[in-house]
């Protein structure tokens, strides 16, 4: 293929077009100047420090005064700063850094990508840069707009070696100058720097970081680092664990939040990238199931992404991740025995975190089964108190399952375990398999039903009169009534309802299985979708008793008596008008029995 003219030609850069895309798109928030420039003031005294390793950082600010003629703005550093020919080579080449000539320059310094500086138009017209280098005894203004033109000039004045940066704000962003806004963002940004830096406004001078942060002192004590946790995040942790990784070198702290979270809940953090505030959000450093933590880090080795505001997700940040996922379970697994009662606290408050750990640790979850709580349809109960009561443990692994389950299940004196979420059926499973000694059954509605029985041919005749009478009665309760027998004999009656129990759904998974049963519960699928079920027990002496009464008032008393004791049973909300209707027929049956009516 041929070029046309037989030229070749090069592409233009817009610079208002880039500076839009980077203040619109790459960095959201319009203070990102605040951070470029202060990361440049790092790099450079970093670069200073590898000639003169007991360089002391200073990086010295001053904020502009209201007057048109107060001071500018200036941010100066007294790093390394720039000969003439890296003015020309670096300053003014977009996308050039001085900051990747080595694999070493990627350790030692933040910025790589030759762009941050560019943030500074966002918020003035005009970036003037005063800078003298540590090679150089003259110093040189640069002065750039944001059409794209540049000029240099030599200082007629000396000035020590650093560089010093002005800017005149846009009136859009001149708010952004006010110390009122201004200081809290760099020290977001600068409270964990070692550099001192300094901040001016009008006569006054303050540093901002006096204290080197006590989450990197290895000597700060646990209350110490609960108390900063406490400052820093408004929340009193359960506790605070050191960390510290080989794979991108990261120190800092991880929290032990004191209330449950949702497993999609992200958390903020203060993660740094060597000392500079990198990110709130958790970056990636932490495993998929520690939403119970909150961490303060810092990383010396990862690397940023352009936007500063995320990490690279590589292989040294999966390696670090994995660090990290041991390090916690290490903690947890060790907590038992070092302070019970923080112990307690976790599994009170993260077990379902702590179960999806265990589902994929058998060693950790030998060590926490006893102390685990479960859902069971007689309330939370732990692993320990469950296998010691209850000879045999069944579980269901959908919720809607356990809910029609527990009901008929309380009446059989029977205990359900609810694992419903993925990972807890997993971990039943697992259980199942360490502890084979253990009784461990799945149960559904279907088999709980497998359980009743029809009553035979010359029962359904024999009772038939009767049972009409008795569904007369609970018609009024949207009822379907029905003769079983089932376990324990001692429970008189069950209530289901409709949508809970003998649904087509069910139905149709029992049919599905071939099973038996099913004929039997064809009766009931054609009146099953909105009605609830009272089914009498016909193991119950009572039961049978009742069955053979000729007195419909009495009759009526005492089946409208085990309908609403089967609701209570059943752990079913009572109405008003069923709570009156058991006192009229508990009255009519008290009535009745001082008569020596009752001869049951
Ligand atoms: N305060 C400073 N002292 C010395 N040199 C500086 C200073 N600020 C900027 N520079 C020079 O200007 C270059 C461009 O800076 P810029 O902030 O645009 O990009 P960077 O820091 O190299 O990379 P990044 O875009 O990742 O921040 C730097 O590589 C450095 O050589």
Same mark, same amino acid.
Do not use: M, Y
């Given at each position: 293929m041929e070029t046309v003219n037989n030229e070749y030609y090069s592409f233009q850069v817009n610079l208002q077009g880039m500076i839009s895309l980077l203040s619109e798109h790459l960095y959201s928030n319009p203070g990102t100047f605040i951070r470029e420039l202060l990361q440049n003031a790092v790099d450079a005294i970093a670069a200073f420090r590898q000639l003169d390793e007991h360089l002391i950082g200073d990086i010295r600010i001053t904020l502009p005064d209201a007057g048109p003629a107060g001071n500018p703005f200036v941010f100066q550093d007294n790093g390394i700063g720039l000969k003439e020919n890296e003015i020309h080579e670096? *300053? #003014?080449?977009?996308?050039?850094?001085?900051?990747?000539?080595?694999?070493?320059d990627a350790r030692t310094f933040?910025?790589?990508?030759?762009?941050?500086? *560019? #943030?500074?138009f966002v918020v003035s017209d005009e970036i003037c840069i005063e800078t003298r280098s540590a090679f150089d005894a003259t110093g040189f203004r640069w002065t750039a707009f944001n059409d794209g033109r540049y000029r240099i000039e030599t200082l007629q004045e000396t000035m020590p070696v650093g560089t010093k940066v002005c800017l005149t704000p846009k009136k859009s962003h001149a708010?952004?100058?006010?110390p009122e806004n201004f200081i809290p963002q760099i020290k977001f940004y600068g409270d964990a720097l070692p550099e001192k830096i300094t901040i001016r406004t009008g006569k006054e001078e303050k540093v901002?970081?006096?204290?080197?942060?006590?989450?990197?002192?290895?000597?700060?004590s646990k209350e110490a680092l609960l108390q900063m946790g406490k400052e820093l995040f408004q929340t009193s942790f359960i506790d605070a664990v050191r960390l510290r990784t080989e794979a991108g070198e990261c120190e800092g702290v991880l929290y032990i939040l004191p209330y449950k979270t949702q497993f999609s809940a992200r958390q903020h953090h203060r993660i740094y990238l060597k000392r500079m505030l990198l990110s709130?959000?958790?970056?990636?450093?932490?495993?998929?199931?520690?939403?119970?933590v909150k961490m303060v880090v810092n990383s010396n080795t990862l690397s940023a992404t352009a936007s500063r505001e995320f990490f690279m997700q590589n292989d040294l940040l999966r390696a670090a991740r994995k660090e990290i996922g041991k390090a916690l379970k290490s903690y947890l697994k060790n907590i038992r025995n070092i302070d019970f009662e923080i112990y307690q606290k976790i599994i009170q408050i993260h077990f379902l975190h702590l179960k999806a750990i265990a589902a994929e640790d058998t060693e950790f979850l030998s060590l926490i089964l006893d102390d685990l709580p479960f859902e069971t349809n007689k309330g939370f109960r732990t692993f320990k108190d469950i296998r010691e009561h209850f000879p045999v443990i069944y579980y269901c692994a959908d919720y809607e399952e356990f809910r029609q389950v527990q009901r008929i299940a309380e009446y059989q004196g029977a205990l359900v375990v609810n694992v419903a979420y993925t990972f807890e059926e997993d971990l039943i499973k697992k259980i199942k398999g360490m502890q084979p000694e253990l009784n461990i059954r799945e149960m559904s509605s279907s088999k709980l039903l497998e359980t009743f029985t029809d009553i035979s041919e010359d029962e359904k005749k024999a009772y038939r009169a009767v049972l009409k009478k008795l569904e007369q009665y609970t018609k009024p309760f949207n009822c379907v009534m029905q003769l079983k027998y089932f376990a324990p004999?001692?429970?008189?009656a069950i209530f289901t309802r409709g949508d809970e129990d003998f649904t087509s759904a069910t139905i149709k998974k029992i049919k599905a299985n071939d099973n038996p049963f099913a004929g039997a519960l064809g009766s009931i699928q054609q009146r099953a979708e909105a009605v609830n079920t009272f089914c009498l027990n016909m193991n119950n002496g009572l039961v049978k008793n009742l069955l053979t009464i000729d007195d419909d008032y009495m009759l009526q008393a005492i089946t409208e008596v085990l309908y609403v004791q089967a609701l209570l049973m059943g752990k079913y909300p009572v109405s008003e008008k069923q709570l009156l209707l058991f006192n009229n027929a508990l009255h009519s049956l008290l009535v009745m029995g001082m008569k020596n009516f009752i001869q049951i």
């Open positions: 670096f *300053l #003014s080449v977009i996308g050039e850094s001085s900051k990747r000539k080595s694999a070493e933040i910025g790589r990508f030759g762009i941050g500086l *560019l #943030s500074c708010h952004l100058f006010r901002l970081n006096e204290q080197p942060p006590v989450w990197l002192h290895p000597d700060t709130e959000a958790d970056n990636g450093l932490l495993p998929s199931w520690a939403f119970f004999a001692d429970t008189p």
